[in-house]
């Protein structure tokens, strides 16, 4: 079993849609979780962190974790074009992965339709 | 806009030339990591400096030869690359990689990338 597991789609959704992308994950010593937002040919751009379980939200993005669940979760509310990319979960046992040990899901590609 | 800033955005080579690539950072961060990145995959750790210092090499070709002049650069000297070594490469800076204490804002943020083609 793979220590982060995420959808790679592609998922296809109409302008306006609710997304929800998610990540599973086997290792509880996770405490802090990422989710990255990358375009084509371009770097991972950071869009949320959490740490432990709980919500957080910004703007039109609410990130969730249950960690009893070992699930999270990227919620993208009235989703616009621009934000059709690849979205990428990652993980880290240690605050901000500042070990350099981010474990990263393989990525959803995500499409949203005018 | 990332405050972390990676030269060249494309750079075609041969299998024996020589070049780098740079980055470099204004955030003050102490941490900064080189990641390859193929095609669909996600980002793959190579290196980890922490205070300048190489603290992990993740058991990363010699052909790739990884320098921190200071707490704002970063290079990646290439050298004798194969054509599977072609791929997007990043650059990535934290605060610092201590680990031991909570600190808000302590996660890692992306260059753009350098796009490497070896032919």
């Known amino acids: 079993q793979k220590e982060v597991e995420q959808d790679p789609g592609p998922l296809s959704v109409p302008e306006g849609a609710i997304v929800s992308l998610n990540c599973t994950y086997s290792?509880?010593?996770?405490?802090?979780f990422m989710w990255y937002r990358q375009y084509s040919r371009k770097g991972p751009e950071l869009l949320m962190y959490?740490?432990?379980?709980g919500n957080k939200e910004d703007g039109r993005f609410t990130a969730q974790v249950d960690k009893s669940s070992k699930y999270i979760s990227l919620f993208i509310r009235d989703s616009q074009p621009s934000d059709s990319a690849t979205y990428l979960c990652a993980m880290s046992p240690t605050y901000g992965g500042s070990q350099g040990n981010l474990i990263f899901g393989k990525g959803t590609k995500l499409s949203v339709k005018p | 806009d990332t405050e972390v800033t990676q030269t060249p955005k494309h750079l075609v080579m041969g299998m024996t030339n020589k070049k780098s690539l740079k980055c470099e950072q204004h955030?003050?961060?102490?941490?900064m990591y080189w990641y390859k990145q193929k095609a669909k995959k996600p980002p793959e750790l190579m290196f980890v400096?922490?205070?300048?210092?190489?603290?992990i090499n993740e058991s990363v070709p010699s052909r790739f030869s990884p320098e921190c002049p200071n707490s704002s650069l970063l290079n990646l000297h290439l050298h004798a690359l194969q054509p599977e070594d072609s791929a997007l490469y990043l650059c990535?800076?934290?605060?610092?990689?201590?680990?031991?204490?909570?600190?808000?804002?302590?996660?890692?943020?992306f260059g753009e990338g350098s796009w490497l083609t070896v032919v």
């Open positions: 290792n509880s010593a996770f405490q802090y």
């Open positions: 990535a800076s934290s605060q610092d990689r201590s680990g031991m204490v909570v600190q808000v804002g302590n996660t890692i943020y």
């Open positions: 400096y922490s205070y300048e210092k190489l603290s």
């Open positions: 955030m003050g961060h102490r941490a």
């Open positions: 959490t740490y432990s379980s």
